[in-house]
């Protein structure tokens, strides 16, 4: 099976580099120049490994590797970048990165490397795709996208609101910005705003509350949301147990 790859590099010639090398190890490789396509890319389509740039001009190439651990963990992520420094691949690390590899590339390492973390990240989702995500008697399938609740059954929930609450429930109740959720789904509808993430937590928390009078949403002053339910990771032939 072909396991894809998003590369995020604002010079022509590395991306020229890079994509002979790494579709010939079977990778289908879609090269982007800028943040805002690479959110876009991201969040329309499956990939198995991200190679991005870090300094893409006045942007830094670090706030999708954060997004990207946040929003897709089981994804493979290799930072490229001119910065080499002991400091610069820590902090590269600490955001997200799997792996940091400093510029100039050798085509061939970045490959093996590429190559090894496309195949973790296959697996990784295929796991991911088999669990349910449970919390307080509720289940979240990521694969039907949808939630249930043992004692009322099925809750319905728009596209936009299985996203932002999938998303919650998978970060570990670490908070999220209003921006980090509204990329979520902005590719859906690129006219949403700060205020639809409002909304679209508000129309969550009444559902919740309907189907088991509980809301595991919680806001963070200065900051955005985040989920305060423990949530557990079920095979899906599992009987879903209580969360608290």
């Given at each position: 099976m072909i396991k894809r790859a998003l590369l995020l590099d604002d010079d022509v010639l590395i991306a020229k580099l890079l994509q002979g090398p790494l579709s010939s190890e079977g990778l289908q490789v879609t090269h982007c120049k800028t943040l805002e396509s690479a959110y876009c890319l991201l969040n329309k389509d499956s990939f198995e490994l991200l190679l991005i740039d870090r300094m893409l001009g006045s942007e830094d190439g670090l706030e999708l590797v954060r997004y990207a651990r946040i929003h897709y963990p089981a994804i493979g992520i290799i930072v490229l970048?001119?910065?080499s420094q002991p400091i610069d691949r820590i902090i590269g690390l600490e955001s997200g990165a799997d792996d940091y590899l400093p510029k100039p590339l050798e085509p061939r390492e970045v490959v093996i490397r590429a190559r090894h973390l496309?195949?973790?990240?296959?697996?990784?989702?295929?796991?991911?795709?088999d669990h349910?995500?449970?919390?307080?008697?509720?289940?979240?399938?990521?694969?039907?996208?949808t939630l249930s609740h043992t004692d009322s059954g099925p809750v319905p929930l728009t596209g936009k609101e299985f996203d932002v609450l999938h998303c919650l429930a998978r970060s570990g109740?670490?908070?999220?910005?209003?921006?980090?959720?509204?990329?979520?789904?902005?590719?859906?509808?690129?006219?949403?705003t700060d205020r639809t993430i409002d909304t679209l937590i508000s129309n969550i928390r009444r559902k919740l509350r309907d189907a088991a009078g509980i809301d595991p949403?919680?806001?963070i002053r200065g900051s955005g949301y985040a989920f305060g339910a423990v949530v557990t990771h079920q095979q899906r032939s599992e009987?879903?147990?209580?969360?608290?």
């Amino acid at each position: 099976m072909i396991k894809r790859a998003l590369l995020l590099d604002d010079d022509v010639l590395i991306a020229k580099l890079l994509q002979g090398p790494l579709s010939s190890e079977g990778l289908q490789v879609t090269h982007c120049k800028t943040l805002e396509s690479a959110y876009c890319l991201l969040n329309k389509d499956s990939f198995e490994l991200l190679l991005i740039d870090r300094m893409l001009g006045s942007e830094d190439g670090l706030e999708l590797v954060r997004y990207a651990r946040i929003h897709y963990p089981a994804i493979g992520i290799i930072v490229l970048s001119g910065k080499s420094q002991p400091i610069d691949r820590i902090i590269g690390l600490e955001s997200g990165a799997d792996d940091y590899l400093p510029k100039p590339l050798e085509p061939r390492e970045v490959v093996i490397r590429a190559r090894h973390l496309a195949a973790r990240a296959r697996i990784m989702m295929q796991l991911t795709n088999d669990h349910l995500l449970s919390f307080q008697r509720f289940s979240l399938d990521p694969l039907t996208r949808t939630l249930s609740h043992t004692d009322s059954g099925p809750v319905p929930l728009t596209g936009k609101e299985f996203d932002v609450l999938h998303c919650l429930a998978r970060s570990g109740n670490r908070p999220l910005s209003r921006k980090s959720l509204l990329l979520t789904i902005h590719d859906r509808d690129p006219c949403t705003t700060d205020r639809t993430i409002d909304t679209l937590i508000s129309n969550i928390r009444r559902k919740l509350r309907d189907a088991a009078g509980i809301d595991p949403v919680c806001t963070i002053r200065g900051s955005g949301y985040a989920f305060g339910a423990v949530v557990t990771h079920q095979q899906r032939s599992e009987e879903m147990t209580d969360g608290t």
